[in-house]
């Protein structure tokens, strides 16, 4: 959506008027009357080809037209925060905008910022939804920049619709759950920096309840907030209706996630939806995906396990386990709204061993994780793996057991397979 694209170089702007230039989108000559509703939140993010370490790389927040005046508030966000030597004092941090709206459809906003002054200007198209090119830069202060590239969209609202209908058959709906980012869309990039939800939610009479924690990429700021300060993990609310729309929303590090998609009759079948985060250092634009209910993890599981070559990926000769695993899972979750798991793993072959469950093991969304560790080093079995929706199959499982000899301890190189339900 180039067409249109009006750059202005603003090093500085009273010099560039001065000098007689008028740039397009500065005044709005003649009010907008958008053909779509302005109002709500708006997002715009640095393109990928600019430097990394900018003072903040997106900006967003919410913001209103009223006869061609805009006025809102935008709090810069960097996703380097932890590595940044440039950033920002004021990330995190509302500011107070003003700006104009032309009938061509050109956005002017400036808003101050660590004593200097942001200008932000692009053309929108007619969907809003749509990504649009434009710039920002500051002038002053101690986060000046130069013109910088961007694209802004306008964000779908945070705050799920009322279930006028209510869904009054609810029964089986409530207990674990997971989101995942529908990787197979062109519209989701690997470099999100939340890639699912996972959790308990709770279904009663169209009003949804649980709590959901995130999954944020390892590299990413918001993986580090989450880290310390334990901010991946949100109580949820929401509705689902007579129609089967599911619409959920839930704080997150310092912004506000949604979840909405529309279930089929079968929960435990994927369904298609979308998430987005608002604020915070997690913040994301709509992002396709699926959800799904997962059934318990409870019975007898069995398949066969091998060491793979870390050149080749084929097994390592010698290196096959036949895996018995016999396990349950709790029918009600703890405080953070993943479900206990007990159980013991039974191998014999290049390794023998019946192993025992740590009582810490969970299964959260579509994960099974259970391990024990002292600080941080493993001291007996560890039991992973990913659950089908139905949990008749234990995908991508994995065992070590670092208490039991040097066959079953195969240290950075586990025993891998798929599990079946018998």
Request: glycine share 12%; hydrophobic share 35%.
């Amino acid at each position: 959506m180039h067409t249109g694209l009006r750059l202005l170089l603003l090093s500085p702007l009273a010099a560039l008027l001065a000098c007689g230039g008028s740039p397009s989108g500065s005044l709005a000559t003649t009010p907008a009357t958008p053909a779509y509703n302005f109002n709500g939140t708006w997002g715009a993010s640095a393109i990928s080809s600019i430097p990394q370490y900018l003072p903040f790389n997106s900006i967003g927040g919410s913001l209103k037209v009223a006869n061609g005046t805009v006025t809102g508030t935008l709090v810069p966000i960097s996703n380097y925060t932890s590595s940044d030597p440039n950033l920002c004092a004021a990330v995190n941090t509302s500011l107070t905008v003003t700006g104009t709206l032309d009938s061509n459809q050109d956005l002017t906003l400036t808003f101050p910022i660590a004593g200097g002054t942001g200008t932000l200007l692009a053309a929108l198209g007619n969907n809003p939804a749509n990504y649009t090119y434009g710039t920002w830069t500051v002038a002053g202060g101690t986060c000046a920049m130069s013109v910088t590239p961007m694209v802004i969209q306008q964000t779908a609202p945070t705050t799920p619709p009322v279930a006028s209908t209510p869904a009054t058959i609810t029964a089986g709906l409530s207990g674990n759950w997971g989101v995942l980012a529908n990787y197979n869309s062109a519209a989701t990039p690997a470099s999100e920096p939340v890639t699912g939800f996972s959790g308990a939610l709770q279904f009663s009479n169209g009003t949804v309840t649980g709590i959901l924690t995130a999954s944020p990429k390892l590299s990413s700021a918001c993986n580090s907030y989450i880290a310390n300060f334990g901010g991946g993990t949100g109580t949820v609310t929401g509705v689902f209706d007579a129609s089967n729309n599911l619409a959920l929303t839930f704080p997150i590090a310092g912004g506000e996630a949604a979840i909405s998609a529309s279930l089929g009759s079968n929960p435990q079948t994927l369904a298609y939806g979308s998430y987005q985060i608002v604020g915070g250092l997690c913040a994301i634009g709509a992002t396709p995906m699926t959800i799904a209910q997962y059934a318990p993890v409870t019975g007898t599981y069995t398949g066969t396990f091998t060491i793979p070559n870390t050149q080749s990926n084929a097994p390592t000769a010698g290196s096959s386990i036949s895996v018995t695993a016999v396990l349950t899972q709790a029918t009600t979750s703890n405080s953070s709204g993943q479900f206990p798991i007990t159980g013991t793993v039974s191998v014999t072959g290049a390794c023998t061993d019946t192993a025992t469950l740590a009582s810490t093991g969970t299964v959260n969304g579509s994960e099974i994780y259970s391990a024990s560790d002292t600080g941080n080093v493993l001291t007996g079995p560890l039991f992973v793996g990913e659950i089908t929706p139905s949990a008749s199959t234990i995908l991508w499982a994995e065992f070590t057991d670092a208490s039991n000899g040097s066959n079953c301890n195969a240290g950075i190189y586990l025993y891998q397979g798929t599990l079946t339900r018998q």
